[in-house]
């Protein structure tokens, strides 16, 4: 038997000040960021957690999928 993880990436939007630092480093240009949100484009991210990695915040995080 296989067990397959799952995994997401998951803004906090209370944690973001907007800098628009992950937008810069996303290889796949999977974020866009507007005055008071964050969109993750689900089929373009790839999980390289380059947006994780610069956040200053610390508002993105990847977690298993429940």
Known sequence: ???IF???LVFN???C?????CVG???HDAIELFESALIVDEERCTL???CVVVC???A??????E
């Not at 993105?60 to 999928?65: A, G, K, N, T």
Request: hydrophobic share 30%.
């Open 56 to 58: 200053p915040a610390r």
């Open 17 to 21: 000040d907007f800098c628009g630092t």
């Open 6 to 8: 799952l995994q997401v």
């Open 13 to 15: 939007q209370n944690k």
């Open 1 to 3: 038997m296989k067990i």
């Open 48 to 50: 390289c957690k380059n």
């Open 25 to 27: 480093v996303c290889p």
């Open 60 to 65: 993105l995080e990847i977690r298993d999928e």
